[in-house]
């Protein structure tokens, strides 16, 4: 399987912080990396596929890049309703793993 | 619009197997290029993707649930299903449903989540 490990485990940070999570695949994934927002009691939300490619209605302070091995999402100009849980998933391998989680927390 | 609908028992006892449905509504699961999905999450944990199954029936499970997961598809009903044999504790999560983008495997329709606890 590929491993997929996200930094950090958890953030604390302000409203209108800027903010960037990082995630790392045990071997090249290509641009195979997806991210996800999950708030508690709630199904996770895709955000960015393809490593930098935008989901449909999610706001442009949202970002992602990377290539290979190392990724990373990236909000600019934090709001309220980004105070969540952010994974990362691969989808080269068939076997689809997500990293273990960054918990967002307001400072 | 798309709607997946996760149902089946919140309790389970060890050893015996899980069962779950997940009901699509608003198109027909045979209407593109998608593997359907199994994902499961326990209290407090990560993200696990169990499973996906292709409306023609064609699978590919995760790897360390292999010998336990089996998902089937109902077209006629509309409904794919998972079952999990021998359960333990570790089983006990949330089970998701969910569609990926089409011909890809980043999920980005999910179903409401429901609560399966193995417990005797």
């Known amino acids: 399987d590929i491993q997929m490990t996200q930094s950090p485990s958890s953030l604390s940070a302000s409203v209108g912080d800027r903010v960037t999570i990082s995630c790392r695949a045990s071997?090249?994934?290509?641009?195979?990396l997806n991210w996800y927002l999950q708030k508690p009691g709630k199904a996770p939300k895709l955000l960015i596929y393809a490593a930098f490619k935008l989901q449909s209605g999610v706001p442009s302070r949202f970002s992602g890049s990377g290539s290979g091995t190392d990724f990373t999402l990236t909000i600019t100009s934090l709001q309220p309703e980004d105070f969540a849980t952010y994974f990362c998933q691969q989808s080269y391998s068939t076997s689809i793993t997500f990293g273990q989680g960054t918990r967002l927390d307001i400072k | 619009q798309l709607h997946l609908q996760e149902s089946g028992p919140g309790l389970v006892k060890p050893s015996e197997t899980l069962s779950l449905i997940c009901t699509v509504s608003g198109d027909s699961i045979t209407s593109g290029d998608y593997y359907w999905g199994w994902i499961r999450q326990p209290p407090g944990k990560g993200l696990e993707w169990m499973g996906s199954i292709y409306y023609s029936g064609s699978t590919y499970y995760n790897p360390s649930l292999k010998s336990r997961v089996i998902i089937s598809v109902d077209t006629s009903t509309n409904q794919f299903s998972l079952r999990l044999s021998s359960v333990t504790a570790a089983d006990t999560a949330v089970y998701f449903c969910a569609r990926p983008r089409y011909g890809s495997r980043d999920f980005d329709c999910w179903g409401q989540g429901t609560l399966v606890t193995v417990s005797s």
């Open positions: 071997q090249s994934i290509s641009n195979y």
